[in-house]
């Protein structure tokens, strides 16, 4: 499994960006995928995740209402559709995977992890 973040630059706050995660080498529809992020200094985070199906989603209290994560199987690919954007933002966002929607937050269950892509939002 392989995954590529992408998206990710340098944009002011109260914008919005998507992000994309490429899936290759298996069909994404049967993983869950999740977004995190690292702020600088600070310790990798939950930001959402999704089902298989794209049924199901979580999101971190940060995100909720904000950002919303989709999926087109069809196409392989994960969003992290970004809104009202603030400095607070900035950090790597990686896309990860893994098989079941259960501990979609611990980031420990995450069998796959691309390579992150950089937000960073300006006041």
């Known amino acids: 499994v392989q995954l590529q973040a992408s998206g990710g630059g340098l944009v002011q706050a109260g914008v919005s960006l998507r992000l994309s995660c490429t899936v290759s080498?298996?069909?994404?529809?049967?993983?869950?995928m999740g977004w995190f992020r690292q702020a600088p200094g600070k310790e990798r985070e939950f930001v959402a995740a999704i089902s298989t199906g794209g049924g199901g989603t979580s999101y971190a209290d940060s995100a909720k209402g904000r950002f919303l994560i989709s999926r087109d199987n069809a196409k392989n690919m994960v969003y992290l559709q970004m809104n009202s954007l603030n400095p607070e933002d900035t950090a790597v966002y990686y896309c990860a995977a893994k098989r079941t929607f259960t501990r979609v937050v611990i980031q420990d269950e995450y069998a796959y992890w691309g390579q992150g892509t950089l937000v960073t939002v300006s006041s």
């Open positions: 080498g298996v069909f994404s529809r049967n993983y869950v």
